[in-house]
């Protein structure tokens, strides 16, 4: 009678009711998430804006040229609507990755096409980055407008189940709207970069045409400005790239999560996060901007040690793999 037991309508009724709650869990965390990342979303293109502003006015004012700020405000505003309409196709380019041919990729269209399916999600574009390194990444502006890139070396590397745990994760992604964030950060954080190094290379290598000390803006209260803006101008890559870290760590341990709770199967991305790990190999177009799109350090796990780990666009792996398996038990 005990082996019969697990055929019982009680039984069926019992995994029916775990089901439910496992869904329901993940249905929560999925909108709460959603609203907190559109939110944040926002917030971060209110930040890039003030920023831009501030080293815009400091460039106008140490050059002495009210032009360069509007010139700032001009960029600011245009570089905001250029990374919410087009910061995925950015970021799929800088990572080379190209549409995927369904009859070459039967197996992986119809892997995201039963998560997305059970996410209640529109079935995103699927495109394929030709690197040995195994990773993926999931990129666009809504669920409507989204895409996932794997590597061939990913494709190659997992079975079934892996394959189906890395996806529930990015599809998590896309569901949780990080898409949307983490691919703003891509060109705003860039553009930042690119400002101030514009400012200190002119700076050190041009000359500059500075306000001498006998202008309204001169004398110690000049030299005070003066230093305290290029500090600011040279460190704000560095705030940029904390907010880009800030968002980019927190982001992957919930995509984990729900990605498991998608699945009903932790193992499989716990496994092939440890085939990824072992790998240890760079990606051949592994980039700064995008490092923290990816489910794994484009850059290997090696440039994870030491004094780099601080800046780390992703929790530890073996962390990571200890969640999952804890969910298992």
């Not at 995925?88 to 995927?100: C, E, F, G, M, T």
């Not at 000390?213 to 230093?227: K, M, S, T």
């Not at 704000?236 to 709770?261: C, V, W, Y």
């Amino acid at each position: 009678m005990e082996g019969k037991t697990s055929g019982s309508p009680l039984a069926h009724s019992a995994l029916t009711e775990s089901l439910v709650l496992h869904l329901l869990i993940f249905m929560a965390t999925l909108y709460t998430q959603q609203s907190k990342n559109v939110f944040r979303t926002w917030l971060l293109m209110a930040i890039f804006i003030v920023i831009v502003v501030a080293i815009g006015w400091f460039i106008s004012y140490y050059y002495n040229d009210p032009s360069i700020i509007i010139i700032a405000i001009i960029f600011a505003l245009v570089m905001n609507v250029t990374s919410y309409w087009y910061s995925d196709k950015i970021s799929l380019a800088l990572a080379r990755a190209v549409p995927a041919n369904r009859e070459q990729n039967l197996e992986l269209y119809r892997v995201v096409e039963n998560l997305s399916i059970t996410a209640g999600l529109p079935m995103p574009a699927i495109y394929i980055i030709n690197d040995p390194a195994p990773n993926a990444f999931a990129t666009g502006r809504n669920k409507e407008h989204a895409a996932i890139a794997v590597t061939s070396g990913l494709l190659g590397m997992m079975d079934k189940n892996e394959l189906s745990g890395v996806l529930a994760h990015e599809i998590s992604h896309i569901g949780n709207r990080d898409i949307l964030l983490s691919t703003v950060v891509v060109v705003l954080v860039g553009f930042i970069a690119i400002m101030a190094n514009i400012f200190t290379r002119s700076m050190w290598f041009g000359g500059g045409r500075r306000r001498g000390n006998d202008r309204e803006g001169g004398g110690q209260l000049g030299a005070i400005l003066a230093i305290v803006g290029i500090v600011f101008v040279v460190l704000s890559p560095i705030i940029a790239q904390l907010i880009q870290l800030a968002i980019s760590r927190k982001r992957e341990f919930l995509a984990d999560t729900d990605g498991a709770l998608l699945t009903r199967y932790p193992e499989g991305l716990a496994s092939a996060l440890e085939k990824i790990q072992a790998f240890d190999q760079p990606m051949q177009s592994a980039n700064n901007a995008t490092a923290h799109l990816y489910i794994s350090n484009p850059f290997g796990s090696h440039a994870s040690k030491g004094i780099a780990k601080l800046f780390m666009t992703h929790p530890p792996t073996d962390e990571r793999i200890a969640i999952l398996r804890g969910m298992s038990v």
